[in-house]
């Protein structure tokens, strides 16, 4: 158990929809991480917030958007569904202080468009 | 970042020490190596890294190259549930964006 929460587990949508993916990180760290892990693309760095900051964005389609909010928790906002958008939505964090780079990861969410 | 180089394939007997090795030739002198590993469809699972001397913790031990262009991540004992997808990342440890970027990384099958 990593201490890095989410949810739901699995969530099933039509396209067109709008979903929202919810991440908890570790206790004390301020940093979260978005990756999309699909078929075809691998794991994919979507966008990172510090302490309720951008920053640092990746290949993060302009449908989605994200928060980090003051109790440090993240959603994670996916607009207009599409079928390409099913995938596995892992969220990440890191720990506050230090120059290493080790993140922890949550279990997932596997989303589903039909 | 570094590009890495990682075999997409190997096996290992249980018991035995599962020796991965990364190519990262265009590693920079601030540029830190780190593994991760991902059993199915579960969320990736941090390793150990290092920068240039050999590092050990109690999942594993890195080997880098004196010259820092290549490593190995070794298992000293597979067991079954180390079978999993591991990747080699090269990251420099400056600034405030840490984001980690995923090859293809090598899936290891722990055969028994």
């Known amino acids: 158990d990593s201490g890095v929460t989410q949810t739901p587990k699995h969530l099933i949508t039509a396209t067109g929809q709008r979903v929202t993916l919810r991440c908890s990180p570790r206790?004390?760290?301020?940093?979260v991480y978005w990756y999309q892990q699909s078929l075809d693309q691998g794991l994919q760095f979507l966008i990172q917030?510090?302490?309720?900051?951008?920053?640092a964005k990746g290949n993060i389609l302009e449908r989605f958007s994200a928060q980090q909010f003051p109790d440090l928790h993240s959603e994670l906002n996916l607009s207009s569904l599409e079928l390409g958008d099913s995938a596995l939505y892992f969220c990440?964090?890191?720990?506050?202080?230090?120059?290493?780079?080790?993140?922890?990861f949550g279990p997932g969410t596997r989303l589903t468009v039909t | 970042d570094a590009k890495t180089t990682q075999p997409p394939s190997m096996d290992c007997a249980e018991g035995r020490a599962a020796n991965l090795p990364c190519n990262h030739s265009t590693i920079s002198g601030n540029e830190y190596v780190y593994w991760y590993r991902q059993i199915h469809s579960q969320g990736p699972q941090y390793i150990i890294h290092?920068?240039?001397n050999n590092e050990t913790n109690e999942m594993a031990s890195l080997i880098i190259t004196e010259d820092r262009k290549s490593s190995t991540l070794i298992l000293p004992h597979a067991t079954l549930r180390d079978t999993a997808v591991y990747y080699c990342?090269?990251?420099?440890?400056?600034?405030?964006?840490?984001?980690?970027?995923f090859g293809s990384g090598t899936q290891l099958t722990v055969l028994p």
């Open positions: 290092g920068l240039k």
């Open positions: 206790s004390g760290d301020l940093s």
């Open positions: 990440a964090s890191s720990p506050r202080q230090g120059w290493t780079y080790e993140q922890y």
């Open positions: 990342i090269v990251r420099v440890a400056s600034g405030s964006a840490r984001q980690l970027t």
């Open positions: 917030y510090y302490n309720g900051e951008e920053r």
